[in-house]
T-cell receptor, first 113, second 117 residues
């Protein structure tokens, strides 16, 4: 069954803690993305990666970090520097030809304890 | 910078009636435009896209969208709404200033569609 898997579905972060959100895809897509969704603000791009071992900052990268060591995986770390981390986080992937649609995972809801 | 605007936070329509969800865009150059749908606590699903060609684009689940260059609009439409169409709808535009191979999109704020019996 092909697709994008995000885990966990729900995650809680304590003050000063770093947490990592997992994103795995078996669609053989080169490009992967992380978006943050807040009510009334739509989706905002955090980081994206065109290809393995490459990633670029999106519009709201501060307080986040990523890695792309494997084509299938694009984990997102929410660091303690992100002061307002409560949001719904969406991972996506696409073929790398610039005009293609994004395939989304089911999301991770991150909340602060 | 490119942007899209969805002027309505919510659209209410009765089942069986036609529906329209509005989107206007602002880009320099020819736009790549997309519509996505999100059901509760889920990721987004692609509905349709416009890159070039026919101004009327047909997509999934009976949806279509009309590209209007003079009005810079890309409204989503369906001739007969279903209760199961109730969801959050997002318009998006590709970032034309980005020349890489990723599909870097800017999303609107979303419009909630409520279809009632």
């Amino acid at each position: 069954d092909g697709g994008i898997t995000q885990s966990p579905k729900y995650l809680f972060r304590k003050e000063g803690q770093n947490v990592t959100l997992s994103c795995e895809q078996n669609l053989n897509h080169d490009a992967m993305y992380w978006y943050r969704q807040d009510p009334g603000q739509g989706l905002r791009l955090i980081y994206y990666s065109q290809i393995v071992n490459d990633f670029q900052k999106g519009d709201i990268a501060e307080g986040y970090s990523v890695s792309r060591e494997k084509k299938e995986s694009f984990p997102l770390t929410v660091t303690s520097a992100q002061k307002n981390p409560t949001a719904f986080y969406l991972c996506a992937s696409s073929p790398a030809d610039g005009g293609e649609k994004l395939f989304f995972g089911s999301g991770t809801q991150l909340s602060v304890l | 910078a490119q942007s899209v605007a969805q002027p309505e936070d919510q659209v209410n329509v009765a089942e069986g009636n036609p529906l329209t969800v509005k989107c206007t865009y602002s880009v320099s150059g020819n736009p790549y435009l997309f519509w996505y749908v999100q059901y509760p606590n889920r990721g987004l699903q692609f509905l349709l896209k416009y890159i070039t060609g026919d101004n009327l684009v047909k997509g999934s689940y009976g949806f279509e969208a009309e590209f209007n260059k003079s009005q810079t609009s890309f409204h989503l439409k369906k001739p007969s709404a279903l209760v199961s169409d109730s969801a959050l709808y997002f318009c998006a535009v590709r970032d034309l200033s980005y020349t890489g191979t990723a599909s870097k999109l800017t999303f609107g704020t979303g419009t909630r569609l409520q279809v009632t019996l």
